[in-house]
């Protein structure tokens, strides 16, 4: 079964969920090696998106994303917003005017995603941030055969192990990368928030 606007409107709601029940977490994440907004930040971000989706629910796939792609982008501060704005509008872009979503669909954009984040924050593998936990969601995507949540499902469980492989890093990009050797033994606050919005998504795709 395909994923339709409805469906993405759904995920969204789980996400904005997920984002308000791990804000402490996240801000304490980010407590020890960034600014400690990033769990405020997504938080209203969120509640922007839900704000926007309830006044005027759009009615493709594409258009849903687009305007979390806008909404994060004017409401979400640090690197965050940019950065989550990013993937949202390549994601949206990928999908184009389809009404549904098929597996293939979803895992072209979840790479448009990642290849607007690596465009707009110049980070690779290794360089502790998002881009741990997306990297292999993508691929994790792209491997999966049959329906959308299990392409959803796998790439949750490729990105939770992603965002736990930053813990031993030294971070090399953001504000992090500050702290040069101190930065080791903490989980990159964006990977992790990475990995709970996809388990999140997947787990609505798995209720649809």
Known sequence: MGCTAADVVAALRAAATVVQEHRDELVRLDQAIGDADHGENLKRGFTAVLSRLDADPPDTPAKVLKLVATTLISTVGGAAGPLYGTAFLRASAAVGDATELDCPAVARA???????????????????????????????????????????????????????????????????????ERSAGHMDPGARSTALLLRAFADAAAEA
């Open 110 to 180: 979840l790479q448009a995603a990642l290849d607007g984040v690596v465009a707009r924050g110049k980070a690779v593998v290794g360089d502790k941030t998002m881009v741990d936990a997306l990297t292999p969601a993508v691929t994790a995507a792209a491997c999966a055969d049959g329906s959308v949540a299990a392409a959803l499902s796998a790439a949750a469980d490729a990105a939770a192990e992603g965002a736990s492989s930053t813990v031993p890093m030294v971070a090399r990009k953001g504000r992090a990368s500050y702290l040069g």
